[in-house]
């Protein structure tokens, strides 16, 4: 616990002082610049918020060693704009690939999408990001989320100023929220991903069970490894943006038997830990055009997720599909070590330095100038008044980082065992409905 506490207070300085000040000029931009330019302000508050949320892609890329494992299709690759080896690197990292012999791929989609995925485990967000930034996304990386998470410390208010939409879990005022916030994003002046999740919660183990029982009273195929999906959201997010976005990217998260489960306390602490994530992409043309027929679709995409999981859950891979390595962009001829890989020295360790490396420095070589400059202007610990509010600021760091770790957490879950007997089948609409 001692050497969590030597992790995330330091950690939490760095993140919550950083946030802080991308939230003023988030607040700043807000005031001054949107009432006259909303197309500037979005372009503004892209580079802004990507300069924060890079702070969390490095914990998850470099601090932790989280390895992202990427299965898709030819089709899909092609539609999300292929995994391409040089895309935005230099000429001298080119020349480093080709003499270390390393396969390096990167994701260059750069198109409107509705991102659909199941909720499986603390960090589904922080991989969906991920994968936004190695699209090129990731300043414009949206989500449909619960109205508590706009009250987080720095990554909330960051949200908001980011137009997230914030529901309710009330029906009658989620539809006008859903429908008003997507035609917002219609005249959106960069490709935007839109992430939502929907079973509606996080998957544990006592909401399966209940979803479960219900579905074995009503005589309907019994769901071993997703929730049962609520559509409503689904159709009226299709309805009202189909107009404008032209795909559907379908993400199956799954974690391998061998890996731990990923938290935010285990980032925190440097711990790695492996994902599985299956992409189809679909075609927003391809939907059907009632609400009905939109509903069944969803409904039968979690079907086949559920059979998806099962084969995951046989092979500990998704079996039949390519594995594409999305890696880690390169931007400086600088070489780094991962966290991790301190005192063993070898190929793979051997790694140049990344944007989010240099993010996370600069954070911390301006902050540190400016919490010694500051410390040297006031005289804080001269006093005891200084030292008590020192240490009341860390103590307010501390409890913000525990709200975000807790924030994040689920109850841990094993996946279920297939029984023979279990087929794909369909969900009624009435046990979709039952679920809301």
């Given at each position: 616990?001692?050497?969590?506490?030597?992790?995330?207070?330091?950690?939490?300085?760095?993140?919550?002082?950083?946030?802080?000040?991308?939230?003023?000029?988030?607040?700043?931009?807000?005031?001054?610049?949107?009432?006259?330019?909303?197309?500037?302000?979005?372009?503004?508050?892209?580079?802004?918020?990507?300069?924060?949320?890079?702070?969390?892609?490095?914990?998850?890329?470099?601090?932790?060693?989280?390895?992202?494992k990427v299965f898709a299709d030819d089709e899909t690759l092609?539609?999300?704009?292929?995994?391409?080896?040089?895309?935005?690197?230099?000429?001298?990292?080119?020349?480093?690939?080709?003499?270390?012999?390393?396969?390096?791929?990167?994701?260059?989609?750069?198109?409107?999408?509705?991102?659909?995925?199941?909720?499986?485990?603390?960090?589904?967000?922080?991989?969906?990001?991920?994968?936004?930034?190695?699209?090129?996304?990731?300043?414009?990386?949206?989500?449909?989320?619960?109205?508590?998470?706009?009250?987080?410390?720095?990554?909330?208010?960051?949200?908001?100023?980011?137009?997230?939409?914030?529901?309710?879990?009330?029906?009658?005022?989620?539809?006008?929220?859903?429908?008003?916030?997507?035609?917002?994003?219609?005249?959106?002046?960069?490709?935007?991903?839109?992430?939502?999740?929907?079973?509606?919660?996080?998957?544990?183990?006592?909401?399966?069970?209940?979803?479960?029982?219900?579905?074995?009273?009503?005589?309907?195929?019994?769901?071993?490894?997703?929730?049962?999906?609520?559509?409503?959201?689904?159709?009226?997010?299709?309805?009202?943006?189909?107009?404008?976005?032209?795909?559907?990217?379908?993400?199956?998260?799954?974690?391998?038997?061998?890996?731990?489960?990923?938290?935010?306390?285990?980032?925190?602490?440097?711990?790695?830990?492996?994902?599985?994530?299956?992409?189809?992409?679909?075609?927003?043309?391809?939907?059907?055009?009632?609400?009905?027929?939109?509903?069944?679709?969803?409904?039968?995409?979690?079907?086949?997720?559920?059979?998806?999981?099962?084969?995951?859950?046989?092979?500990?891979?998704?079996?039949?599909?390519?594995?594409?390595?999305?890696?880690?962009?390169?931007k400086s001829l600088a070489v780094s070590f991962p966290k991790h890989s301190f005192g063993s020295i070898h190929?793979?360790?051997?790694?140049?330095?990344?944007?989010?490396?240099?993010?996370?420095?600069?954070?911390?070589?301006?902050?540190?100038?400016?919490?010694?400059?500051?410390?040297?202007?006031?005289?804080?610990?001269?006093?005891?008044?200084?030292?008590?509010?020192?240490?009341?600021?860390?103590?307010?760091?501390?409890?913000?980082?525990?709200?975000?770790?807790?924030?994040?957490?689920?109850?841990?879950?094993?996946?279920?065992?297939?029984?023979?007997?279990?087929?794909?089948?369909?969900?009624?609409?009435?046990?979709?409905?039952?679920?809301?």
């Open positions: 616990m001692a050497i969590a506490a030597a992790v995330i207070v330091p950690l939490g300085l760095l993140f919550f002082i950083s946030g802080l000040l991308m939230n003023l000029l988030q607040a700043i931009c807000y005031v001054l610049v949107r009432p006259l330019s909303k197309n500037t302000y979005r372009k503004i508050n892209r580079v802004v918020a990507e300069t924060l949320w890079l702070e969390l892609v490095w914990i998850v890329d470099w601090w932790a060693g989280v390895k992202i092609s539609r999300m704009g292929k995994f391409l080896l040089i895309g935005n690197q230099n000429i001298f990292y080119f020349i480093y690939v080709l003499i270390c012999n390393l396969t390096v791929t990167f994701l260059s989609g750069k198109e409107h999408a509705l991102v659909v995925c199941n909720h499986r485990s603390d960090i589904d967000w922080l991989v969906g990001w991920i994968l936004a930034q190695r699209s090129g996304c990731l300043g414009s990386a949206l989500a449909v989320t619960k109205k508590s998470n706009k009250f987080l410390p720095v990554i909330g208010w960051s949200m908001w100023f980011s137009e997230f939409l914030f529901l309710e879990r009330n029906w009658a005022k989620d539809e006008s929220t859903i429908k008003s916030g997507l035609q917002r994003l219609k005249d959106f002046p960069q490709p935007f991903w839109l992430a939502l999740f929907v079973e509606g919660t996080r998957f544990t183990e006592t909401k399966l069970k209940a979803a479960q029982e219900y579905a074995a009273s009503s005589e309907l195929p019994i769901p071993r490894n997703v929730l049962i999906p609520r559509t409503k959201g689904f159709v009226s997010t299709v309805s009202n943006m189909r107009s404008f976005v032209p795909a559907i990217y379908d993400m199956t998260v799954a974690i391998p038997k061998t890996s731990p489960p990923p938290t935010m306390l285990r980032l925190f602490r440097g711990q790695p830990s492996v994902v599985h994530v299956h992409i189809k992409c679909h075609s927003m043309k391809d939907l059907p055009e009632s609400d009905e027929a939109i509903a069944q679709w969803c409904i039968n995409q979690f079907v086949a997720k559920d059979a998806l999981l099962d084969k995951h859950i046989a092979a500990d891979t998704f079996p039949g599909q390519q594995e594409q390595n999305i890696g880690r962009p390169i190929k793979k360790a051997h790694k140049p330095l990344h944007l989010f490396f240099q993010v996370v420095l600069s954070w911390a070589c301006l902050l540190t100038l400016g919490a010694i400059k500051f410390l040297h202007w006031s005289d804080l610990f001269s006093s005891w008044k200084g030292m008590a509010l020192s240490a009341l600021g860390l103590g307010v760091i501390t409890l913000c980082m525990q709200i975000l770790i807790r924030s994040s957490q689920s109850e841990r879950w094993t996946p279920a065992k297939t029984n023979d007997h279990h087929h794909a089948g369909s969900f009624s609409q009435t046990d979709v409905e039952k679920d809301k």
